[in-house]
């Protein structure tokens, strides 16, 4: 039998051998929650990963923290999603003097061109996200190379899961009337979405929070909802819920719940991962959008 001491002595010694695996693990930071997954999913145990806006997170708008800056300054490598989506983070990586590589997942896909530049919001095509991973596990293989055979393994895995997602997001569209597959979101982040899978966003705000919302543009959408006979106005996690409500109100379209644009939820909440904050988004559509 194990003495009180012996006992403690075990568990130091596997706080130890704990605290010791974790320092030996790849530091990487990932810009904001979405991305922070992904680089979890292929990365696994060899990597540890840090994510600077978190859950719920708007990453248009962030403001680092000197924490931020000591992430990045340990990180050996640091995923962003580029695209002007991060604006603060080229400075954030130059004050700390990080000698982390700086991989811009975004540069790899063919971005949507909007009035005021490009559109970031690429990972709301699963097809993009796929980008994204094979970027990330070649990424990783070339600053492990020890570890190739798991990043290798656990891209493969997880690439079969998105190739999934994307096949029942695209039957779960296609059931809805077309007639039926239009909405409002606050911010112009479904670009992507709506290319690759079919249902039209009408948003007041444009691809970056970053700019005001003028009363002539909520005028504007007010119009456009009643006109096209929008089906529901949705409410999205990162941005302020009173436009939605607002516009919904004034033109009696149906409220159709929360959209996870530019941030996972919480761990609690359905969209604590990139693949289901995907399902949660798909379901909340189908819900208001079904006959
Ligand atoms: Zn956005």
Do not use: C
């Not at 005021?116 to 990330?136: F, L, S, T």
């Not at 709506?194 to 504007?220: C, H, L, M, N, W």
């Amino acid at each position: 039998m194990l003495t009180r001491r012996s006992a403690l002595a075990l568990s130091f010694a596997a706080f130890v051998a704990e605290a010791q695996a974790e320092a030996q693990k790849i530091p990487v930071v990932a810009s904001f929650s979405i991305i922070g997954d992904l680089a979890r999913q292929v990365g696994g145990d060899r990597v540890s990963v840090t994510t600077i806006v978190g859950p719920d997170g708007d990453a248009h708008v962030y403001q680092p923290s000197p924490a931020d800056g000591r992430h990045i300054a340990q990180a050996r490598l640091i995923f962003v999603n580029g695209l002007s989506f991060e604006g603060w983070l080229d400075r954030l990586v130059r004050a700390a003097k990080s000698k982390g590589e700086v991989f811009a997942l975004g540069n790899g896909i063919a971005a949507r061109k909007e009035e005021e530049g490009q559109d970031p919001h690429a990972w709301q095509d699963v097809a993009n996200a796929k980008v994204y991973v094979e970027a990330i596990r070649e990424a990783l293989i070339a600053a492990d190379p020890e570890g190739a055979q798991t990043y290798k393994t656990n891209a493969d895995a997880y690439l079969a899961k998105l190739d999934a997602l994307d096949a029942e997001i695209l039957q779960t569209i296609a059931a809805l009337p077309k007639e039926r597959r239009r909405v409002v979101s606050t911010h112009d982040a479904f670009g992507y979405f709506a290319a690759r899978y079919g249902i039209d966003f009408i948003a007041p705000q444009g691809v970056s929070t970053e700019a005001e919302v003028s009363a002539r543009d909520v005028a504007k959408i007010i119009d456009a909802v009643k006109t096209h006979k929008v089906a529901a106005v949705f409410i999205e996690n990162v941005a302020d819920p009173r436009l939605a409500k607002r516009i919904a109100d004034e033109t009696g379209a149906r409220m159709g719940g929360v959209l996870y644009s530019d941030a996972l939820s919480d761990a609690k909440g359905d969209g604590a991962t990139y693949i289901d904050m995907m399902r949660h988004n798909v379901k909340q559509l189908a819900k208001a959008l079904a006959p």
